[in-house]
């Protein structure tokens, strides 16, 4: 049973950040969002009275921090963090601009961490706690036209791993889900970079994104949110250090 816990999740305005969310409030929890965004967080939050929207760049360490007061202020300790936020640039590496190469860094790489430690202390001293960074396949293996990304999913990987060592004995436990394509706003940017760059139909770009999945399908955000539910409950607890694949066979 998870309800009445408290839990942060990054990104939360869209794509799996908003299904997680729903699921986590669907349980009883209540769920603070943040995102850059006001717009989307206050529509998700619409759909669920446990759902409290608040702004904030994970990036800015001061604002992660101030943002953890807040919410913990409100409605107590956090419980869960999830951390979701991502962004993603694509073209060959010798193209890509050191700008994009930082900011696909900072978002997906810095802000995990932004994000998961202001809670760490709290977590340990209670002795429970459950933190799940939202990483890819692209952390478990390499995709040609998005190196700044795959470097920075397999650092999320990398920090996961060490920060569940560094609190195997505290009762805290510290995993990763590594989806593949999710049918979010994300995929359908990359489909319109790949008909604009190739001039293929919108069909031949999803099929094309779609048979890296042995399954020969889309990953659905419901089915992220339910890997995180489990690994949220009590259910989970001997499961840390994990970097789980959700993508119909393509990674183990």
Known sequence: ?????????????????????????????????????????????LQNDRIHPLAADVTDEGAM???????????????????????????????????????????????????????????????????????STAGLKGYPYVAPYVAAKHGVVGLMRALAAENAKTGVTVNAVCPSFVETEMLETSVRRIVERTGRSVEEARASLASANPQGRFVQPQEVAAAVLWLCSDAAGS????AISISGGETW
Do not use: Y
């Open 1 to 45: 049973m998870i309800a009445g816990r408290h839990a942060l999740v990054t990104g939360g305005g869209s794509g799996v950040g908003k299904a997680v969310a729903l699921a986590l409030a669907g349980e009883g929890v209540a769920v603070t969002i943040c995102g850059r965004r006001e717009a989307p967080l206050k529509e998700t939050a």
């Open 65 to 135: 921090a101030k943002l953890h007061e807040h919410a913990e202020a409100a409605r107590g300790p956090l419980d869960i963090v999830v951390a979701n936020a991502g962004m993603a640039v694509s073209g060959p590496a010798a193209r890509v601009a050191l700008s994009d190469w930082q900011r696909t860094l900072d978002v997906n790489l810095t802000g995990a961490f932004l994000t998961v430690k202001p809670a760490l202390a709290g977590m340990a001293s209670r002795k429970a706690g459950r933190i799940v960074f939202i990483a």
């Open 239 to 242: 499961i840390t250090g994990q």
